[in-house]
């Protein structure tokens, strides 16, 4: 079963563009997903820029991996360490936690997630 953060059925984070390890809409993980992309972000440009001064450039288009480039307000499946860094650097993006994976919290403070939950 897939579970979200809150205890409810997992729902899609985002399918244009086509986000999750699986690229199914969904973040969830499995044995091959060693980045654990299990929090359903909405990326901000301080984000952005954060992760890309981490060395993961996630806004610059890669065609060959079929990758948009990621801009400004879109969802997006996070790896949680790189959300819980950004967290600890003060530039964490909004999450939906409906989509956010169960398992993120073996990583992450269910506190933390609402804190920084998307306003519906």
Known sequence: MRTNVLGGPLECCCTSPLTGFYRDGYCRTGADDLGLHTVCAVVSDSFLRFSKARGNDLSTPRPEY?????????????????????????????????????????FVDLADLKAHALSN
């Open 66 to 106: 079929e990758f948009p480039g990621l801009s400004d307000g879109d969802k997006w499946c996070l790896c949680v360490e790189r959300w819980k860094e950004a967290l600890e650097a003060g530039c964490a993006p909004a999450v939906v936690l409906e989509a956010c994976h169960i398992s993120a919290l073996e």
